[in-house]
């Protein structure tokens, strides 16, 4: 076989294995992870989760952190973060949001520190910079997105309004039960 058509061969095989490779590489980026629409409802259910979680600080440090961590993992998988990890997550999750990020990691650790009863280690000081540093991300993923709240459509006409000659109602708000 001669160097040329070694190197015509090598060269075949290695576009061949880019072929197959690439499609896995491409779906495998963080970068494109879709990120769910949050309803207004669950916005405020969470903001008002968290204004309790901060509130019992004071009484019980080691529970408010271990549910402020608990609480801003849901609402990363609620926004369309993986739910299979808590790395994978924090993984996506500093590429939407590397300066966040941080915050959020420090949290964790503290949690996990309070959870495995190192609370000597777990100063209340430290637990409270902790539960600080991570608000910044939860207020990134709790604000409103301009996905989350689409417009309804316009009221489609039915055949045989448009035969009488009505028009339909435009829907302005929710209607009142009175």
Do not use: C, N
Not at 47 to 64: C, H, I, K, L
Not at 121 to 143: D, K, N
């Amino acid at each position: 076989m001669s160097t040329v058509t070694l190197i015509i061969l090598v060269a075949a095989l290695a576009a061949m294995a880019g072929l197959v490779i690439a499609p896995s590489v491409r779906q495998g980026r963080k970068g494109e992870l879709p990120v769910r629409s949050l309803p207004s409802e669950a916005r405020e259910q969470y903001t008002a989760r968290w204004a309790g979680v901060q509130e019992r600080f004071v009484d019980s440090p080691g529970w408010a952190l271990r549910e402020a961590d608990r609480l801003l993992g849901a609402l990363a998988v609620d926004r369309g973060y993986p739910a299979e990890s808590d790395d994978k997550r924090m993984d996506a999750l500093s590429i939407r949001h590397p300066g966040e990020i941080d915050g959020y990691r420090r949290l964790h650790a503290m949690a996990a520190q309070v959870h495995e009863g190192q609370t000597a280690e777990a100063a209340t000081e430290r637990m409270r910079e902790a539960l600080v540093a991570a608000r910044p991300l939860f207020e990134q993923l709790v604000r409103a997105q301009p996905h989350d709240e689409r417009p309804l459509p316009p009221p489609v006409p039915r055949q045989r309004d448009l035969q009488r000659g009505r028009i339909p109602r435009q829907r302005l708000g929710p209607a009142a039960d009175h």
